[in-house]
């Protein structure tokens, strides 16, 4: 096929060399670069899982004009996520590399182990214009694979060294590991922070995205992250149609956003992308069969929940942010004095709290990686 040139060829049976034996088993060979390295390990966390060490060409990614994202480079230093939530829109891109959008997102992460090389490379050639950087707008840079393979920590340092803006949306607490590092580059340039969580309901979360840290754990880094003077924010997503979105769930999580001091909240509701929609529905058939009709009737076959249901849950949300004082004035998000919090997320695309409005608008719906 005329991906073949793409594919690893450790063994001439497709076979992969599996870590720490120093033998190969038969595997599914997924289209990855010639020279990746697939390695297993028996720890718990990552019992299940293969890791696929790429050296890779890129890292700073162009964003394509057509998006309404709200920045033009993003970086990625892993493709799929040892998150597992069900609604994880990125699912689909893991069907780019002959791997399913179900299971193998959640079990097969590809690790580029050359990105903070790659990164620092780029931030010095003389074409870069030291424009803002956005991570974690497809799988989570801190997801558990982060804990080992540590290439936030390279990363962060390089756009320090280079002053270059960027920001960090996340739902993994580990970015708590970086928090100097963060405070640091808030002194040079403007960083954003934004945790995710969409609900506080402890039996939706075990559900629905089991592989990450507790809501309330999230928060909690979130009010860390605040406190350390780094201003940080919250992606209130994904509001899941009938399962999060009553006004009791929505009042529940928003007094906890505001606990944690978050400097503005932004609600996105579920959409289901293809890949994505099949692995959700699935779910949905499995915990609530109940509500696969009524899900059908929603979504109908689009990825997109009503603009007037998207409007319904923007209007509760912001009045309940006004209510619990989200977004009121704090003083300068930066840390000691920095300049950190400035590439913030908020309602309806305009953030409760705006000490520097960002480059352009954030639209209703967005579509980051929650």
């Known amino acids: 096929m005329r991906w073949d040139s793409l594919r690893l060829d450790d063994g001439l049976d497709g076979s992969l060399p599996l870590a720490g034996s120093g033998t190969a088993g038969p595997q599914a060979v997924p289209l990855i670069e010639r020279g990746a390295v697939a390695r297993t390990f028996d720890t718990p966390g990552f019992r299940g899982m293969t890791f696929y060490e790429v050296q890779a060409r890129s890292i700073v990614n162009r964003v394509p004009e057509a998006s309404r994202m709200p920045f033009r480079w993003t970086i990625n230093p892993y493709r799929g996520c040892q998150h597992g939530c ?30 903070p090389e790659l990164l620092r490379k780029k931030l010095a050639s003389p074409g870069w214009q030291g424009e803002h950087i956005a991570m974690g707008t497809n799988v989570d840079c801190y997801q558990r694979a982060e804990g080992r393979y540590r290439l936030m920590p390279g990363i962060i340092s390089a756009l320090l060294d280079a002053a270059n803006p960027f920001s960090i949306l996340t739902k993994g ?14 002194e040079v340039t403007d960083v954003g ?7 506080v309901d402890n039996e939706l979360w075990r559900s629905v995205e089991s592989g990450t840290p507790a809501p309330t754990r999230r928060l909690e880094a979130c009010a860390t992250l605040n406190d350390r003077g780094l201003g940080c924010g919250v992606l209130m997503g994904p509001v899941i149609p009938y399962l999060s979105d009553s006004p009791a769930q929505l009042e529940a999580t928003i007094r906890r956003i505001a606990d944690a001091g978050a400097i503005h909240v932004t609600p996105i509701v579920l959409h289901l992308r293809p890949g994505t929609r099949d692995w959700y529905f699935q779910w949905l058939r499995e915990n609530h069969p109940g509500l696969v009709e009524p899900y059908q009737q929603l979504y109908g076959r689009g990825a997109y929940a009503p603009k007037a249901y998207q409007a319904r849950i923007s209007g509760q949300v912001r009045e309940l942010a006004k209510r619990y004082g989200i977004g009121r004035a704090r003083g300068s998000a930066g840390g000691r004095g920095g300049r950190g919090g400035g590439s913030g997320l908020g309602i309806d695309g305009q953030r409760v709290e705006v000490p520097r409005p960002p480059a352009r608008q954030l639209p209703e719906q967005l579509t980051l990686e929650l």
Not at 173 to 185: F, H, K, P
Not at 193 to 199: A, K, Q, Y
């Open 193 to 199: 922070l934004n945790v995710s969580c969409g609900f």
């Open 86 to 115: 069900t609604y994880c829109f990125a699912r689909n891109t893991h069907t780019y590399l002959d791997l399913d959008a179900g299971a193998d997102f959640d079990s097969k992460v590809v690790v580029k182990v050359n990105a």
């Open 173 to 186: 607490t580990l970015i708590l590991r970086d928090i100097e590092l963060l405070a640091a580059a808030a």
